[in-house]
């Protein structure tokens, strides 16, 4: 009897015993199916060995990835633009050998957790970065960046200015990673350019008056044919210093746009009245009208004969392009500290081509545009750059699109009430 | 600061950690406002960049709001955690630091008011010399952020032997201006020169209160 329970005993726990065992395999080989199932799995491996080589796989794979990993890091310390890493809480995390020597990052080693802002006292990366998180969108930034004074000796410090381009991407975590890149050479170029024309213009002008005051002299005292000759002559030389005027005024309110403004008080309604007066004459041959809306009584601190050229511009570009009997409309709308003029013509608009170079000098669209008007009023392709430049010197903004209604060229210009 | 992040810190600790850096970064951000205002307050005094003197205006404000919000910050900080040693040094220091970045932004803005005005004449002779002054009292203050960046106690140190070069500089162009004779027209840009000279010397002395500041932080000495 007692041998008999002994044996079911030992057999209840023989049983018991390689169930658990079994139990323990399943939830092993589900482990093993959930990691990959992919591969194929020969059941005559055992379990342990089934692990062995799951284990020696992912290890290898990990290899591989930090191998991957490693590379791209070594393309990005090389690579000819400079790259920096920020931590959400503005640590450097990482740059390469072009920020450090662009940014002269000379205290810092890799794995120290330094606050950018210790390393490279620039505002404008710091802004752009807190930008870049906040608004959750990649950044482009210009600025001037001054190398750190600590780095050079007092005496040779503003040769240190590099004109710089930034990119900022947030990256998750909210690390921002910034590219950056040396404009400084872009910069001279354009410097360089400006100066000669410049000098050209100046050049230009001496002779360019002698020959239309002989001009002049000329055609006093010739007869009919040689007359008109020198009248023609006469006409085009003008035409020429007028290029030439209008052409130093922009960049000279390009260098300092304080120092030419004189500032007043001026009533735009009175003052475009005004600039319509002039320009009536030629309004009328096409039966062109003015349509003003806005109120009677705006004043605005401005220059008032920039203005009025700013005006003027604008108009005799709008009867240019107006077709007959049609009306140009000015509209105002005043705000609290800024005043919005639209000018809007019905002509036939600005192409989309020409549209985002319509400021630029000497820029002219496209040859159908200037076919409407007589050789006598052709444009000097200067017009709406010195409208510009006028408008942004008063810290207004100017932009040029096609109105939705009427078809024709829409120009929107804001001015600030009162200089800041 | 230089530290490394131990993670076996409690997890208050780590959090205060984590605000005294917000904070020495919000005082490194206002040390590069001033140094961004002293540089274009210098442009525009001698290198007569007009345009430069609406951009200080602007800067102090920002700076001017930094100062209490750090002030604030420093106070409240000071009450709710009861910091010691270094952390405390490092707060009462940093109270007194931004008290004199904002003296500094201050100066820097009269200096843009005498541009405005010495624009109208022709630079004087000891211009080269007053335009040395500026150069070396900025460098000062680079000087001075590096070592409060680096936790640096003996460049703050350094920095009061800078201050002597400027003190001579001042004493020097001071007598020049002082024993003028035979003047011709007005005597406003003298007067100009002479009290850029004394905001220059007032503005090293700043700087170098903020490195004496650090040297404090480190060591605990006041000297």
Redesign the interface.
Known sequence: MPFVTLLLGLVIGLVIGYWGQREINRQLKDILNSLSDTRDRKAAFSIPSLIRRELAHLQEEKQDLLRQVEAWENLLLKVPIAYLQVDS??HLIWCNKKARSLLSID?WQAG????L???V???EL?QLIEKTRSTGETQVKKWVF?R???SSS??N?YDSRISLQAISYLLPEREVGVFLENQESLTKAYQNWERSISDLTHELRTPLTSISLLAETLAKRLQSQEKKWSELILNQTNRLINLIETWLQISELQE????QLHYQEVELHSLINLVWEDLKPIAELQEISLSYAGGEQIYIQADSSRLTQVFANLLDNAIKHSPSQSIIKIEITLQEQTVIIDVIDAGDGFSATDLPYVFERLYRGDSSRSRHTSSSRQGSGLGLSIVQQIVQAHQGSIIAQNHPITGGAWLQITLPLKP? | MQSTFESQYPLELKYFRRILKKLEQDVLRMGTLVEDSFRLSHQALFERQLEAVEKVALLDKRIDQYYRQIESDCSSLMILQSPVAQDLRFLSACMQLVRDLERIGDYSKDLAEIAIRSFLYTPHDCIKEIEQMSHHAQFMLATSLVALADLDGEVGRQIKQLDDTVDDAYDRVYQILAFQKDLKGVVEPILLMGLTIRHLERMADHATNIGQRVSYIVTGLRN
């Open positions: 809480d503005n205290r120290q957790v330094r606050l802002l210790e390393l006292r620039s505002s710091d001054y750190d004074y600590y007092p005496v410090s300092n746009p304080r120092q800041v």
